[in-house]
């Protein structure tokens, strides 16, 4: 019903930039919230920056200032630009999307995008 396509990730030098990007196929589905995740090796996955619907934005704390999310809702993709990125950045880092199925909010997730940081 709902698949998620990321790209984007990488290797990076400490300080350096990258930009992941997520479009959704939902047709006929309201996208309540999209955004992104991380998971580093032996740790829980964590909120990285999402934003909702009506534009409300939500950060780590350990990444603002330097992650900013953008979204294009009528092509349903977000953007995640990551500048000054650090070693402990590395991670998977995956989509999500929360979507309204059938008036259930519905949780979806991306593959997973390697994204390291060389110190």
């Known amino acids: 019903q709902v698949q998620l396509v990321e790209s984007g990730g990488g290797l990076v030098q400490s300080g350096g930039s990258l930009r992941l990007s997520c479009a959704a196929s939902a047709s006929g589905f309201t996208i309540i919230i999209m955004g992104w995740y991380r998971q580093a090796p032996g740790k829980q996955r964590e909120l990285v920056a999402t934003?909702?619907?009506?534009?409300?934005?939500r950060y780590l704390d350990s990444v603002k200032g330097r992650f900013t999310i953008t979204k294009d809702g009528a092509k349903n993709t977000v953007v995640l630009q990551m500048n000054t990125l650090k070693a402990e950045d590395t991670a998977i880092y995956y989509c999500y999307a929360l979507v309204d199925v059938n008036d259930a909010a519905t949780p979806y997730w991306g593959q997973g995008t390697q994204v390291t940081v060389s110190s």
């Open positions: 934003t909702s619907r009506i534009g409300t934005t």
